[in-house]
Structures are given as C-alpha cells and as structure tokens.
C-alpha cells in the first residue's frame, strides 16, 4: 500500500472527540482512496459514490396535454408546465406514455410494488424496501418512508404510502419535518444513550421469548393458521433485523446538523384552508430528505408529497381557484378548469425545483449530490381526466454519476413504469429479485444507461 496513501487518507467515518462531545466529520476529498496527499486529495471513487435513489408519488397527476412536450430528444421544447424545470433540463429525463398496473384513487400502493392494489391478494415488498436490504446497514437508517399524512390507509379505499415490508405490510409515512431531525439529528447525550440500549435490550428478550412460544403454537394448529402464523411472525423476524441495525449504529453519533427554524408547532398543521403554508411545509420535507442523503444517513426514500387530497389547496391564495383539484381534473374538457390545472402542474414543479436545487447545490466527488443521486417524481393517475393508469408521465431526475445517460424527452409507448425501477436498481447494483414487480417489468430502459 502506498505509504502516502496511508499517511494522509481518513477513514470514512471519522469523528472529532472534546469536551465530553462526539462529532462526526462530513465526506472530505482526503477519505477518499483517490487521496495520495493533502495535495492531490482525490474526489471519490466510483465504487465510493453512495448510490441513492428516491421515489416520490404525485396524487391526481397532470394535465398531460399541456405537461407533455411536442417535441423529443436533449433539445426538446418546454412547455409552460415545466418551466420551473428549466435550470435542470439537462438533469433529468421526462418519460411519458408510460403505464402502470392500476390507476386512479387508490393506486399509489402499485407504484412501487407493480401490483399491489386494495382490492386484490398481492402484497409484494415495494422498490425502495428492496433497496434498503440492499444497502443493509451501510447507513443508520435503512430507508426513510414519508408523505403529508401518518397513516397507511391499509383497510380503506385510499392508500397513503407507497412502501411494502418484504411481510406484506403496509409501512406508515412520517410527515413532520420537526420530528423527521429529530430522528436524522438528535442529540443523544449518555442517559438517552443508555435509555435507549436498555429498551433494545427489553426489546430483543420480548422478541426471543415470543419466538419460543410462536414455535410451539404453531405445532397445535392447522395448516391455514400456520400460514397465518408464520406471515405474522415474519414481521417480528423483521423487527429483529430492524433491532440489529440499530444495534450497530447505538454508539455511534449522528451527524451534527443545524437545527433549522421550523417555527411554531408542526409545520404540517400549518397549512392553511387556502394553500398557504403548503409550500414551506413541502420544502421543509424535500429539505430534510436532502440533509438525510448529504450525511449518507439512508440511501433509499420514499415520499409522497400530494395526495388525492391536495394538500396545497389548489394554492387558493396565488390562484383564486374556486374548485379543488379533484373537480378540476373531472374538467368535462372545460377551458377554464383545464387552464386552472395547468397553473396548479407549474406551481407543484416549483416545489420539485427546489428539491433539485438542493441536491445541486451540494459538491460531492466530481460532481454534486444529484449526479449521485436518482430522483423520480411518478404518478399513477394518467389520461385527460387523472384516473387511468395509462398515459402517464415520469420525470427520473439526477444519477450522471451513477451512469444515467438523460435523453430529454422520450416516449415510451406502453412501457410498464416498472422498466424504469429496473433501471434504477441496475444503476445501484442491486441484484433483481424474481418477483420484481410482479414480473411486470421486461428490461431496462436502454436509452438510459
């Protein structure tokens, strides 16, 4: 081994120790193995590049007439709906025509499995959950799981996460900034240290006296209990694994991160009857899935920032709509609601915009925290009236580093969104399950890689 590269290289993870506190340094060029002296501090290898990717679900979709570009290719023509997307033209690429298994009210929980769906059997374990096996316990949290409100949906008509554990389940979102630094962030000094060693201690002992039982229980019943047993007991081997990591990560610290100035109570529940507060909120939220990929805390996210709900209100106080999204995608081709619609896709783009700023304005290796970063923004609501699971357009931000080769526009008629999750797990290195998506997926997206 090259002795300079011994002298001067540091190991990844570094921490500064004074004063009865722990800080752990940021990426620096001289942990690199390109480093070979302070002076030749080299950017990061290419096996060094945290691969990341992050899935985000658009409720109601676009209005894709307007959305939609009359041109292809790297040059393509903007239309007034993306034009927010401008200074990243040539960091993404917008695929359409796509389609899903299921669209509509309800359809979100297909987006990232293929076919999961409230009214039929399947329960596949969904793209970004697969990712955070994947990576196991690289980072202290395996995968982030968000969206505007707390609750699965599981047993209703409407979903409200896009994320399946490999047991079937549902995973319920966070969706408090506040609450999501705390968990990223948080100070933990050595009374919550040991507090928080002694219920993972509390907690495995529960988990291994479970066990002994559940294997006796499961000698006393049928074949369908069985099954229902061992589908549940699946998830207590879930929750163990989930134990390990934490295990792993206990001692050592978080990264020391500004707290940022979330205001008075929650964010979230200062959105107001007429969209006010909606985009600081959403920001706040695309904020901190920023500072989670920056100081490698996960490398896989999922997030839904508008429901079927609309959260935004239709931004009443910019627009002065007077109906809700859901009425104005049901437009019966009227001008004005259509008109209103696409107002409503360029400001939602805004706060896409924002997110992308973000991870540009971070310097990582060669390149920045986008090009090692794939973000989608995916709908499973297409067609002129938001509810088929047709037509549907997929913005795959990011990933240059990470050997995406964006193409602008490109059609591709028919194409199962599922391609495009192929392509994103081919680009982490991620080995294809045999059930990936249901089987709905028939390769790659070749024009990108």
Sequence with gaps: ??????????????????????????????????????????????????????????????????????????????????????????????????????????????????VNTVRNAKTLMSVDQQLAVHHGSATRFPSLVLGTVRETGFGGPFPMTLSWSKNHTPITPENRPEVLFEKLFGSEDNKTLAAAKQAMAQRTSLLDSIKEQASALQRQVGTADRQRLDQYFTSIRDLEERIKVEGEWIDRPKPKVSRPNFGPGSPRDRIASDGRGYSEYTRMMFDMIALAFETDSTRAVSHIPRTEGDEAKCYGYLTQSK??????????????????????????????????????????????????????????????????????????????????????????????????????????GMKIPDDFQGGLASGVVKELI
């Design 1 to 114: 081994m090259n002795i300079q590269t011994n002298r001067w290289h540091l190991a990844r993870r570094t921490f500064l120790k004074g004063l009865g506190a722990t800080v752990a340094l940021p990426w620096l060029e001289v942990m690199s193995q390109n480093s070979r002296s302070i002076t030749t501090a080299g950017s990061m290898a290419a096996h060094e590049i945290p691969r990341r990717a992050m899935f985000t679900y658009w409720g109601l979709g676009v209005e894709i007439t307007g959305f939609t570009p009359p041109d292809t290719g790297k040059n393509y023509t903007l239309t007034p709906s993306l034009a927010p997307l401008a200074p990243f033209q040539n960091d993404f690429t917008l695929l359409t025509e796509l389609t899903s298994f299921t669209g509509g009210h309800g359809s979100c929980c297909c987006l990232l499995t293929g």
């Design 323 to 428: 109906w809700d999204l859901h009425t104005i995608t049901h437009n019966a081709q009227e001008d004005d609601k259509i008109a209103q619609w696409r107002q409503l896709d360029a400001l939602y783009l805004g706060e896409w915009a924002h997110f992308l700023g973000r991870l540009k304005s971070v310097k990582e290796g060669n390149g920045t925290l986008l090009d090692n970063t794939m973000a989608a923004w995916a709908t499973t609501n297409g067609g002129p009236n938001a509810h088929d699971s047709k037509h549907l357009p997929l913005l795959l931000c990011g990933g240059s580093a990470l050997g995406l080769k964006h193409q602008g526009h490109l059609v591709q008629k028919d194409m199962p969104v599922a391609n495009v999750w192929k392509t994103v797990v081919d680009r982490v």
